[in-house]
């Protein structure tokens, strides 16, 4: 399932939060400071557009997929943990696909942020999944 390219998104730019995140001995049990971008894409609605208070799609829903996330402990990766933001907020189903962007801040010298971007939709869940068991 492809995203259509006119489909409607919305965006949570820079939740910002402490997670523990890291492969290195060192980054193990450590918080270290995390910015988190998402695009929404919704499956098209015209409700959407309605100014009305029974919105199709509730924006804290993604909000909350972040927070609970990083609220699971220690993540290795910053691709897997974008995975598991996606993951969440893809259970719903008015959602078609999630652009995740996560970024470390504090790791590296000389740098803002270095960080990991990648769309997930139901497809790649899939193929993941297939790598996951494979691999088991």
Excluded: W
Excluded at 78 to 84: I, V
Excluded at 87 to 108: F, G, I, Q, W
Excluded at 118 to 131: C, F, H, S
């Amino acid at each position: 399932m492809s995203a259509s390219p006119t489909a409607p998104y919305f965006e949570i730019n820079g939740y910002q939060a402490r997670a523990q995140i890291g492969c290195a001995p060192d980054e193990h049990g450590v918080a270290q400071g995390v910015v988190i971008d998402l695009r929404v894409h919704l499956f098209f609605n015209p409700a959407l557009y309605l100014d009305r208070y029974a919105m199709p799609y509730d924006y804290m829903a993604a909000v909350d997929a972040i927070a609970t996330t990083l609220a699971e402990g220690h993540h290795i990766l910053q691709e897997s943990l974008a995975l598991k933001i996606g993951r969440r907020v893809l259970a719903s189903e008015h959602v078609e696909r999630v652009d995740v962007r996560v970024r470390k801040t504090e790791r590296y010298d000389g740098v803002e942020s270095i960080g990991f971007f990648t769309p997930v939709d139901r497809d790649l869940l899939m193929k993941v999944d297939a790598t996951a068991r494979a691999l088991a």
